[in-house]
């Protein structure tokens, strides 16, 4: 069965709002509908929403450009998760004692009350459980400001996993790491057949370039993309010998890195409505999460 309805990926960032809708059809996916807002400086601050009745009134202008019935995500900004891993609960646990043995463990761990985040978990290879949490209280203010523009999102998820639905979704398959360059940031993860890891390395402005260069001289270590890409190549996740490959894409018009393959979001798309943006890897988080499995 085929939806008629359009799955709308929102990617809100310090400097600007993107959206990005797609319909599933027999052929494939359908890309429908691209929009683009730009936000004034100190909407939002490593992460954390500071204006939302601006944010709120840019999203009005995109509610009247969709349809009425959407599915709509969002994604929390990684700098906002919190990650800890746990051995596994007894398999003996049955709920709600297996949830509360879970939350119990994540209140040692987190250095917030463990009633002040929302909790997920996965199994991760071996014997560990994977926990993943985010304050309530920002994704209550993120839920409010969506609700003032009347675009209520049921599904909320974190931009790492949106950059490996796409990556998937683009026909990227095996073992490799992904690192999106964003405007104040370059946000890395590893790919759906590797254990979970992700991470965010901030762009240094000018003047930190500047101080870096006055207190050390090690080419290695002067540029902090050329660092993470030596350590991507080479641990998975443990160190090896043969690399492991990079994909690189970035929200701006510049080459790749050296030894990194650039690829683009639109490979997972069939069919396209025009007309399409000038830089299509600036939409690698909307249309990850636009094309982000349902849960059921």
Same mark, same amino acid.
């Given at each position: ?8 990926? /929102? ?11 797609? +319909? ?12 683009? =807002? ?16 601006? +944010?709120?009134?840019? /999203?009005? %202008? %995109? ?15 990684? =700098? ?31 250095? +917030? ?29 993120? =839920? ?33 790491? %992904? ?9 890395? +993860? ?41 350590? %991507? ?37 069939? =069919? ?16 990850? /999460? ?7």
């Amino acid at each position: 069965m085929y939806t008629q309805y359009w799955q709308v990926g /929102l990617d809100i960032q310090m400097e600007a709002i993107r959206a990005l809708a797609v +319909v599933r059809r027999r052929y494939g996916w359908q890309l429908r509908y691209w929009w683009h =807002q730009t936000l004034p400086s100190g909407a939002l601050r490593e992460g954390i929403l500071q204006q939302p009745d601006v +944010v709120s009134d840019k /999203l009005k %202008l %995109l509610r009247k450009q969709l349809p009425r019935h959407i599915s709509l995500r969002i994604a929390l900004p990684a =700098q906002r998760i919190l990650q800890q891993t746990i051995p596994l609960p007894d398999r003996r646990l049955r709920e709600p004692e297996r949830t509360g043995f879970i939350n119990a463990e994540a209140s040692k761990l987190f250095p +917030v009350n463990s009633q002040e985040l929302a909790l997920d978990y996965r199994a991760e290879v071996g014997s560990e459980l994977l926990i993943t949490a985010a304050r309530q209280s920002e994704i209550h203010q993120w =839920q409010a400001c969506l609700q003032q523009a009347n675009l209520p999102s049921p599904v909320i998820d974190i931009t790492p996993c949106a950059l490996r639905y796409m990556a998937t979704a683009a026909g990227l398959s095996g073992t490799y790491w %992904l690192v999106h360059r964003l405007a104040h940031e370059w946000l890395w +993860v590893s790919s759906s057949d590797m254990p979970f890891i992700f991470g965010v390395v901030p762009i240094e402005t000018d003047e930190t370039q500047e101080s870096d260069r006055v207190r050390s001289f090690n080419p290695l270590t002067a540029n902090p993309l050329t660092t993470l890409l030596a350590q %991507l190549h080479t641990h998975y996740p443990q160190p090896s010998d043969k690399p492991v490959n990079v994909y690189y894409s970035s929200m701006i018009d510049e080459s790749p890195p050296e030894n990194t393959t650039r690829w683009s979001p639109f490979a997972a798309f069939a =069919q396209y409505q025009p007309p399409l943006p000038s830089s299509p890897a600036a939409f690698m988080l909307a249309g990850g /999460l636009a094309l982000r499995p349902a849960d059921y």
